[in-house]
């Protein structure tokens, strides 16, 4: 079965955790052993990841640091990662306690739906309504796509 992948919808609790599906919970114990970090996307939802992908995901982004000390945007990038990210435990129940600033970030308040979505190195949780938002454009997205290819292969075709 491929890690990571599905989508899930589950409830946060009272104190704001969701419960991932035992499916999710394996993937994670095989790949970290529950040991993951949490980091708020700029999209609007958090991500779960092991923590050797996020390392790895900020290895490449931040490529030299020697440009700190001179770049802008990388002490802009550093404080970023730095506020949104932070480590967390899936209890064995397969609970995962979401911080208040990412819940706020994310939207994702006390008994309001998430969906846990799969992305392969991990997961996102979405408040229900931005990720039906999400899809939508995504969708929208696609079918501009489509008629673009279309008008393309019937121009190709008429010449």
Do not use: N
């Not at 802009?76 to 949104?84: C, E, H, T, Y």
């Not at 392969?120 to 408040?127: H, N, Q, T």
């Amino acid at each position: 079965m491929l890690p990571f992948c599905g989508m899930d919808v589950c409830r946060v609790d009272d104190a704001g955790r969701i419960r991932l599906t035992a499916r999710t919970v394996e993937d994670f114990l095989r790949r970290c052993e529950g040991e993951v970090v949490l980091f708020g996307l700029p999209e609007g939802a958090v991500a779960v990841y092991p923590e050797e992908v996020y390392r790895e995901m900020r290895r490449r982004e931040l490529g030299d640091l020697d440009s700190v000390g001179t770049s802008f945007a990388a002490r802009r990038s550093l404080r970023r990662f730095g506020s949104m990210a932070s480590q967390a435990s899936i209890s064995r129940q397969g609970r995962l306690t979401l911080p208040e600033v990412l819940r706020r970030h994310a939207a994702l308040a006390p008994g309001r739906q998430a969906c846990v979505v799969g992305v392969e190195i991990g997961v996102e949780i979405w408040a229900k309504e931005c990720f039906d938002a999400e899809m939508r454009e995504i969708r929208d997205g696609e079918e501009i796509r489509r008629r673009k290819e279309l008008a393309i292969a019937g121009e190709e075709k008429e010449q």
